[in-house]
Antibody
């Protein structure tokens, strides 16, 4: 059974850093396109970043230069390193897997989400 | 960036009704469109990908159509569990963008 479980969220002051983890089971992270998507409280969905199976990475303009997506093959885990956090980064962060059916971003499996709150 | 605009923003309907939600892209995206359902406190669920392909396990009362810039999600014979928020998303180019959401409420 495919499962994604995020962890690492919490309350952090502006300017701080946090690393989110997404532990995968039932499939291999390194052979799939994996993304992070976030949702501010009461708001819509915003794509954040993607890592291709080959290792290429891409970011939304709002996080480029501050966030880094990566993965660990033996732990079968996806990460999001978030630096220089801003109040506007407050959101539930989801990891999601592409369904491999013709695009990089048809997300068929999602984690339960982890809440990041940036506040002083 | 490609802007995705959904309409309506909210709709009220009754069990058994048929509902159509539309999504318009600011530029042509071919069939690179997905539809998601999200319930409060839960992660989104993929319903339709490639504009009209039904994701495995999704009931056949959900259907999608469209190409280029105009897309629709149709829900036939609404069930109580269908009342949720629905999002479209383009997967044609970076950054991948979502519509603002359509809230489907019980009348």
């Amino acid at each position: 059974e495919v499962q994604l479980v995020e962890s690492g969220g919490g309350l952090i002051q502006p300017g701080g850093s946090l690393r989110l983890s997404c532990a995968a089971s039932g499939f291999t992270v390194t052979t799939n396109y994996m993304s992070w998507v976030r949702q501010a409280p009461g708001k819509g969905l915003e794509w954040v970043s993607i890592i291709y199976s080959g290792g290429d990475t891409y970011y939304a303009d709002s996080v480029r230069g501050r966030f880094t997506i990566s993965r660990h093959s033996s732990k079968n885990t996806l990460y999001l390193q978030m630096n220089s956090l801003r109040v506007e980064d407050t959101a539930i962060y989801y990891c999601a897997r592409d369904n491999g059916r013709g695009s990089y971003a048809f997300f068929d499996y999602w984690g339960q989400g982890t809440l990041v709150t940036v506040s002083s | 960036d490609i802007q995705m605009t959904q309409s309506p923003s909210s709709v009220s309907a009754s069990v058994g009704d048929r509902v159509t939600i539309t999504c318009r892209a600011s530029e042509a995206i071919g069939s690179f469109l997905a539809w998601y359902q999200q319930k409060p406190g839960k992660a989104p669920k993929l319903l339709i990908f490639a504009a009209s392909s039904l994701q495995s396990g999704v009931p056949s009362r959900f259907s999608g159509s469209g190409f280029g810039t105009d897309f629709t999600l149709t829900l036939n014979s609404l069930q109580p569990e269908d009342f949720a928020t629905y999002y479209c998303q383009q997967a044609k180019s970076f950054p991948f963008t979502f519509g603002q959401g359509t809230r489907l409420e019980i009348k």
